[in-house]
């Protein structure tokens, strides 16, 4: 009888061992499977924080109108498409961020205030027919498909290629609308300089003019502006921002302080140390073919840099932020 009563017992306590091992397993392959998911969240996360993230902050604010710094990097990828320029030197390269905040600082500042100027607007019909004619279709191409292509070539999103374009046709606009406003003649001068990229140099050429020698032989010997150097550095009738360009402090010297015959001491800037001499100048010359859209461009600029007191402007793109949009785009 007790051999009898013993067999159930066997059953169930080989059964319980089974369910035991099978629940085991189950844990087992669930904690790792759970290790797994999180070593891959984790991963995800990373990449995210590291890679995606960085590209939706706001580097650029002007008005209401916004920059990420993803929308930077793909205008980058198309100015370095677009200009090869870029790619003459490594220092070229590494301007590239700022070069293309500032083109987008541009555009912002036009789409923000274009209209205060005689109320320039870029009309849906004008935008759409400047895309046609970007698109080089003919009377019989397609807007969408044009649109789509375009979009496609640029690496932009829809909206920000439009956005792009508006802008280019806003400055058209704005640029008619100085040229219409163009004077026919102001204040223009004739001179000399000497253009040197070290102070020293600039100050072995100073010494060689107080001792006497002439400007024209000395700017001939040791300018490096190649193109007026031929000519004793002379530089003819001009306008404030015409040619050859001239830095600020220069133009002020010859427009503002200096009386003709007058030669400067050593003007430096980043960009070099200058020696000048004005010969001349004329408060009411007329202007030339030539310079009237120099004196248009100018005048822009103006515009354009009165409008950081009227709008408010962010710019938060730090060297951190640049470094990582430059190698995204030259990976």
């Keep these: 009888m007790a051999k009898a009563k013993s067999q159930p017992v066997r059953r169930t306590r080989t059964a319980h061992h089974t369910d035991t091992d ?3 397993r189950v844990f087992i392959v669930g904690g790792v499977a759970a290790v797994i998911v999180l070593a891959i969240a984790i991963i995800a996360f990373g990449w995210y924080w590291t890679q995606v993230r960085p590209l939706s902050k706001t580097v650029l604010r002007v008005g209401k109108t916004e920059f990420s710094l993803g929308h930077l990097e793909g205008r980058m990828s198309l100015m370095l498409q677009e200009n090869s320029f870029f790619r003459q030197s490594e220092n070229y390269l590494r301007a590239l961020p700022d070069v293309t905040l500032a083109q987008l600082e541009r555009e912002a500042k036009l789409l923000e205030a274009a209209h205060q100027l005689n109320k320039i607007t870029v009309t849906d019909e004008e935008l759409d027919k400047k895309v046609l004619e970007l698109g080089g279709g003919g009377e019989n191409a397609v807007l969408a498909e044009e649109l ?14 439009l956005q792009k374009v508006r802008a280019e046709l806003l400055e058209e606009k704005v640029r008619t609308h100085f040229t219409s406003l163009a004077p026919k003649s102001e204040s223009q001068v004739r001179a000399r300089w000497i253009v040197l990229d070290d102070e020293k140099r600039a100050e072995e050429a100073l010494e060689r ?14 300018s490096l502006e190649t193109t007026t150097a031929q000519q004793g550095g002379l530089v003819e009738w001009r306008p404030r921002g015409g040619t050859p360009a001239m830095p600020e402090a220069v133009e002020k010297f010859l427009f503002e302080d200096a009386k003709p015959g ?3 001491e050593i003007i430096a800037d980043a960009t070099g140390s200058y020696i000048v001499l004005l010969e001349n100048r004329d408060d009411n010359r007329e202007l030339s073919e030539q310079q009237k859209p120099q004196v248009v461009e ?4 103006e515009w354009f840099e009165g409008l950081d ?23």
């Design 298 to 301: 100018r005048q822009m600029n």
């Design 22 to 24: 099978r629940w085991s």
């Design 209 to 222: 003019l107080k001792g006497g020698e002439d400007f024209a032989a000395v700017a001939g010997e040791v």
């Design 148 to 161: 789509n292509r375009l979009v496609k070539e640029s690496g932009l999103s829809k909206s920000q290629y």
């Design 309 to 331: 007191k009227t709008l408010t402007i962010g710019r938060n793109l730090s060297e951190e932020d640049a470094l990582h949009a430059l190698e995204d785009v030259l990976s």
């Design 262 to 264: 007058q030669r400067s």
